[in-house]
C-alpha cells in the first residue's frame, strides 16, 4: 500500500510540475511577441478598414 501511495503522489508531482513549465512557457511567448499598442486602437483601426455600410459602391441601374 505504500508504494502505491508513493507512486500515486509521484504522479501528482509530475503532474504539478507540467502544468507548471507549460504555464511558464505561455508566458514566455507572450513577452516575446510584440505587444499592441492598445486594444482600444487595434479595435479602431479594425473598424475602419471595413468599407461603411451606406450607399452601395456601383448603384444598380435599370435596364436601358
Known amino acids: 500500500m505504500k508504494h502505491v501511495l508513493s507512486l500515486y503522489l ?5 503532474t504539478v510540475l ?3 513549465v507549460r504555464l511558464m512557457e505561455s508566458l514566455e511567448g507572450l513577452l ?3 505587444l499592441p499598442e492598445s486594444f ?3 479595435r479602431g483601426h479594425l473598424a475602419s478598414t471595413q468599407p461603411p455600410k ?9 435596364v436601358q
Request: proline content about 13%.
Open 10 to 14: 509521484l504522479g501528482v508531482g509530475l
Open 18 to 20: 507540467s502544468i507548471f
Open 32 to 34: 516575446e511577441s510584440p
Open 40 to 42: 482600444s486602437t487595434t
Open 54 to 62: 451606406g450607399l452601395p459602391d456601383h448603384p444598380s441601374r435599370g
